[in-house]
């Protein structure tokens, strides 16, 4: 079991920067590729970006290119997003997961462990 816990959300006005931070416990979280999704209300959840276990391959959804980047220190078990130039529409709730394997992937079905959340509010 991996567990994932989220922080770093709040409340930022549009063109401002967060950096969101995801703790991972449990069995061996290091040698899992990870991943950063997002759900705004009635919407469905979406892919943000993703990381390879040891950090050396990132992809990014179109929507956030250039904008976000996606880290990770293993040495403290945490992955980050670091979330610049924020628009409105990047409101939503982002959530951490992790999956098994070696492979990254953009598709929420196929990660295995998921963080409760934390809340992203851009005002324009």
């Known amino acids: 079991q991996v567990q994932l816990v989220e922080s770093g959300g709040g409340l930022v006005q549009a063109g401002g920067s967060l950096r969101l931070s995801c703790l991972a416990s449990?069995?061996?979280?290091?040698?899992?590729?990870m991943g950063w999704f997002r759900q705004a209300p009635g919407a469905e959840r979406e892919f943000v970006a993703t990381?390879?276990?040891?950090?050396?391959?990132?992809r990014y959804a179109d929507s956030v290119k250039g904008r976000f980047t996606i880290s990770r220190d293993n040495t403290k078990n945490t992955v980050y997003l670091q979330m610049n130039s924020l628009k409105p529409e990047d409101t939503a709730v982002y959530l951490c997961?992790?999956?098994?394997?070696?492979?990254?992937?953009?598709?929420?079905?196929?990660?295995?462990?998921w963080g409760q959340g934390s809340q992203v509010t851009v005002s324009s």
């Open positions: 997961a992790a999956r098994r394997g070696s492979v990254t992937s953009i598709e929420s079905k196929s990660y295995d462990y």
């Open positions: 449990g069995r061996t979280p290091a040698n899992y590729p």
């Open positions: 990381i390879s276990a040891s950090g050396a391959f990132t």
